[in-house]
């Protein structure tokens, strides 16, 4: 069964502390990885795409990594911001008909 | 904002109520979906439209209908819904209904069923 499993659910750090968000899958096939960011109410707001031959990617202070081998991801936020405070959501494309599946996400929260 | 717009934001409904979630994207896409994504929960698909034709329909329950009368416009009918129904409704567009073309997201409406 395709699952993607993220750690930790929920994670507090204060403004300008670094952090590290992580994502294990058992898709198969693979096609891409995806991080998404959800504020509280809103949509998903895409981060990063990365393919099978990528082991990183940055997006202004976000840096994703992806080990294909261990099938993991991670998603590297520097100095964190008030407005870093969402849901990370990690998603895996199957491959072939944009199926995605969708990991539970990273409640991350900076506070001052 | 992404280019995907969702109404209305909230809406609460009885059980024997009927209404419509709209869904319009100004991006030139193809492919339209409908997501759930309730508390705690991973998105859940719940259908594709490409090119105006459904399909996908992930074992949805009868009393979701969607419609997609052209490539920008998407809607989710709603009758008899239960309150277990009550969630946040994501509607997404990506250019194909392909794997590597990236899907972007509406603000959501979040519906109440009372």
């Known amino acids: 069964k395709n699952q993607v499993e993220q750690s930790p659910q929920s994670l507090i750090i204060l403004e300008g502390k670094n952090c590290t968000l992580q994502?294990?899958?058992?898709?198969?096939?693979?096609?891409?990885l995806r991080w998404y960011k959800q504020d509280t109410g809103r949509g998903p707001v895409s981060l990063t795409i990365?393919?099978?031959?990528?082991n990183t990617k940055s997006n202004g202070r976000y840096t994703a990594t992806l080990d294909a081998d261990t099938k993991q991801s991670s998603l590297h936020i520097t100095a964190s911001q008030l407005s870093d405070s969402a849901s990370y959501i990690c998603?895996?494309?199957?491959?072939?008909?944009?199926?995605?599946?969708f990991g539970t996400g990273t409640q991350l929260k900076v506070e001052l | 904002e992404t280019g995907v717009t969702q109404t209305p934001r909230h809406l609460v409904m009885g059980m024997t109520n009927k209404k419509s979630l709209k869904c319009e994207q100004h991006?030139?896409?193809?492919?339209m979906y409908w997501y759930k994504q309730s508390a705690k929960k991973p998105l859940e698909l719940m259908f594709v439209?490409?090119?105006?034709?459904?399909?996908e329909n992930n074992s949805v329950p009868s009393r979701f209908s969607p419609e997609c009368p052209n490539s920008s416009h998407l809607f989710l009918h709603l009758h008899t819904l239960q309150p277990e129904d009550s969630a946040l409704y994501l509607c997404?567009?990506?250019?194909?209904?392909?794997?590597?073309?990236?899907?972007?997201f509406g603000q959501g409406t979040r519906l109440t069923v009372v």
């Open positions: 997404a567009s990506s250019q194909h209904q392909l794997g590597e073309f990236e899907a972007f």
């Open positions: 998603v895996v494309n199957t491959g072939g008909g944009n199926k995605l599946t």
């Open positions: 994502c294990n899958y058992t898709v198969s096939p693979f096609s891409n």
């Open positions: 439209y490409n090119f105006k034709e459904q399909t």
């Open positions: 991006l030139g896409h193809n492919a």
């Open positions: 990365m393919t099978f031959s990528e």
